[in-house]
């Protein structure tokens, strides 16, 4: 199979953000692809990813972890698709494979920064969710930054999220004794525990102190904090002595900073002699293939509930993205930008 695509549209960067972004911080433009070298394999995305750390690289701060957005320039971010043209040993077109330039129809990728996916094991969708770059977070957060024990107590934070929603259900399987969840509303709230199996949901939008220390009366052991803010501070007080934080993302400050609790709070990690430990995933590639084995199983075994929120067309990317950074999705939000056949 030979591709004779020879243009792609891809999504830019029209202007940085000040606070949210917007439809006009965006740009959709058609351009040429280039001709393949030895190496490469030309794509044709089925899906891609839209994450809250993207929020991070539309701004000008240094990144330690990433590199930002160049205004002009396009986006990119986790895709599934299938190689309709190779010339990579080893990789044929048909072939499925998941990548980092989403965020436009066609990529031309080096096969060495690809991975060959399986779409029997999985649908591609969970290849880029609860089997993917987004699963892997949670697992990482919860066993490896977070040291989950049997028996812990564990409240999640944006739990009806992407990240969210699978560290609360790989919560239980890892041998957590309680698992709290947050989200917004009182619809997704009920979600978390009708069909994620949570053993507690809070609506953050009544009073979030008040909703945790009922669902958790003795305290907390294990934070997994994917939102910073006051979700952060109300953990703080929760948590009991020798309690761990995991922090993978703090969306509300990247939102609005100017609402940002005071740092003063921190004083209860030292009177409770906490651990708190950030992590990049990127760094835990170690871990991936017992992800991939006891995930894979988990599905399998019907253990895992796989939430996708999908908007068709690459055109409407931009909403996806800033209706995502809204809370608008439950689990993985994605984007189809072509057919799975």
Known sequence: MQSTATTTRMVTLAARPTKD??????????TDLPALEDGQLLVRNIYMSVDPAMRGRMDTSEKHYTTNFRVGGPLDGSAIGE????????????THVRHRLGWREYAVVDAAAATTIDPTIAPMRDWLGILGQTGFTAYVGLTRAGELASGDTVFVSAAAGAVGSAAGQFAPLLGAGRVIGSAGGPEK????????????????????????ASAAPDGIDLYFDNVGGDHLVAALY????????????????????????????????????????????????????????????????????????????????????????????????????GDEA
């Open 189 to 212: 709230a009920r979600l978390l525990v009708e069909e994620l199996g949570l053993d507690a949901g809070i609506d953050y939008r009544d009073d979030l102190p008040a909703g945790l």
């Open 238 to 337: 929760a948590l009991r002595e020798r309690g761990r934080i995991a922090l993978c993302g703090m969306i509300s400050d990247l939102r609005n900073r100017d609402t940002s609790p005071p740092i003063s709070h921190l004083i209860q990690a030292t009177l409770k002699r906490l651990t708190i430990r950030g992590f990049i995933v990127r760094d835990h590639e170690d871990l991936r293939p017992e992800f991939e084995h006891r995930v894979a199983g988990w599905l399998r075994a019907g253990d895992l509930t796989s939430r996708t929120t999908v908007t068709p067309g690459l055109e409407n990317a931009p909403q996806a993205f800033v209706s995502m950074l809204a809370g608008g999705n439950v689990g993985k939000a994605l984007v189809q930008i």
């Open 21 to 30: 972004p917007g439809p006009e911080h965006f740009d959709i433009v058609t």
């Open 83 to 94: 190689v309709v043209a190779s010339r990579a040993a080893g990789v044929e077109a048909g």
